[in-house]
C-alpha cells in the first residue's frame, strides 16, 4: 500500500500542471488567428490610419481647387514641361491646384465610409429580415422572399444612375443610404437559408422546450453561431457597395465638393489625364482603390476559412 500512495502522489501534481500547460498553448489555438484575416486587417488599417492621421502632419486644405500649384508630377519625376517634383507636394498635384497627398488622405477614408455605411444598413435589414423569414416562415416569409427577389432583379446601377442624376446635389451619407436600398436582398436569402438549415438544431428544441421567445431564439442562440459568416457577408457588402460608388462617382454622379477616390479619377478622365501623360493623377487613386479591395478580399477569405472548418484544414 505504501508503494501505491507513493505513486498515485508522485502522479497528482503532474496531471495538474498538464492543463495548465495545454491552457497556456491553447490559448493562441483560434481560429480567428487566421493569417488571410490578420493581414487584411492590417492593410486595411494602414490606409484608415493614414488617412486619419495624415490630418495632423499634412495641409488638407491642399485637397481643395487651387490650393498648390498646377500639374506637378510626383517627386523623382519630370513632367511634359519639364517641371520637376518637389518635396512640398511629394505626390504631385493636378491641373485644379490639387494636391494628390492632400486628396488620398481625405479621399481614402470617404471612399471607405461610404462602403461600411451603405453595407451595414443592408446588413442589418438582411439580418432582422433574414432570421424573420427563416425562422418564423409561414406568410412572413413568403412576403420577405417576394420583396428579396423582386428587388434583386432591378438593375440598381441604372436606377441609381437616375436617381443622382436628378438630384442636385449629393453628400456621402445621401449616397450611402441610396446603394443599401440595394444591398438588402442578397444577404435576407443567405441568412434566411442558413437559418432554415439551423431551426431544425438540437439547442434551438432545447431552447424552445426551455420557454425561450422567438426572438431570444433567434439573436441569442442563432445569430452568435452565424457570426462568421455574417461577417463575411459584410465585407462582400461593402466590397460591392465601394464598387457601386467608385463607379457613380467615376460618371460624376458622386460629390463634388467633397474629395472622394471616385471623383479623383473622374476629373482625371475629364481632363485626359491619359493622354497628357499625367498618370499620377489617376494612377494613385487607382492603387489605392485595389489595396483596399485587396485587404477587403483577405478578410473575406479569412472569415470563409474561419466559418468553414474543411477551407481551415485544407489551408493548414
Same mark, same amino acid.
Given at each position: ?114 462602403? +461600411? ?52 446635389? +449629393? ?146
Amino acid at each position: 500500500m505504501g508503494s501505491t500512495l507513493d505513486t498515485s502522489g508522485l502522479a497528482t501534481p503532474r496531471a495538474a500542471s498538464l492543463p495548465r500547460r495545454m491552457g497556456r498553448f491553447n490559448r493562441w489555438d483560434t481560429p480567428w488567428l487566421n493569417p488571410k484575416l490578420l493581414a487584411g486587417v492590417a492593410l486595411l488599417l494602414v490606409i484608415l490610419l493614414s488617412g486619419l492621421l495624415g490630418r495632423f502632419f499634412w495641409d488638407t486644405d491642399l485637397a481643395f481647387s487651387g490650393k498648390a500649384p498646377l500639374n506637378l508630377p510626383p517627386v523623382g519625376f519630370v513632367n511634359t514641361r519639364g517641371q520637376a517634383g518637389t518635396w512640398e507636394h511629394p505626390l504631385g498635384t493636378e491641373n485644379s491646384g490639387r494636391d494628390m497627398l492632400a486628396l488620398m488622405i481625405v479621399g481614402a477614408p470617404n471612399s471607405f465610409l461610404v462602403g +461600411v455605411v451603405a453595407a451595414g444598413v443592408g446588413m442589418t435589414v438582411g439580418v432582422i429580415l433574414g432570421f424573420s423569414a427563416g425562422f418564423i416562415g409561414g406568410r412572413v416569409d413568403d412576403v420577405i422572399r417576394l420583396l428579396s427577389d423582386v428587388t434583386v432583379t432591378i438593375p440598381s446601377l441604372m436606377v441609381l444612375i437616375v436617381i443622382q442624376s436628378l438630384m442636385r446635389q +449629393v453628400d456621402l451619407t445621401t449616397m450611402a443610404l441610396l446603394i443599401a436600398v440595394f444591398a438588402w436582398p442578397t444577404p435576407t436569402r443567405l441568412i434566411r437559408a442558413q437559418v432554415l438549415s439551423m431551426r431544425a438544431s438540437g439547442y434551438v428544441h432545447m431552447a424552445r422546450l426551455s420557454g425561450a421567445s422567438t426572438w431570444a431564439i433567434m439573436f441569442r442562440e442563432i445569430l452568435p453561431n452565424l457570426t462568421p459568416y455574417i461577417f463575411a457577408s459584410f465585407i462582400g457588402n461593402a466590397t460591392g457597395a465601394i464598387l457601386a460608388a467608385v463607379g457613380l462617382e467615376t460618371l460624376g454622379l458622386g460629390p463634388q465638393r467633397v474629395p472622394t477616390l471616385g471623383g479623383t479619377i473622374y476629373f482625371a478622365i475629364n481632363a485626359a489625364a491619359l493622354l497628357r501623360n499625367m498618370w499620377w493623377w489617376w494612377g494613385l487613386p487607382t492603387l489605392m482603390l485595389a489595396l483596399i479591395f485587396i485587404g477587403l478580399l483577405l478578410i473575406n477569405l479569412g472569415f470563409d476559412e474561419i466559418a468553414n472548418p474543411r477551407l481551415r484544414r485544407s489551408s493548414q
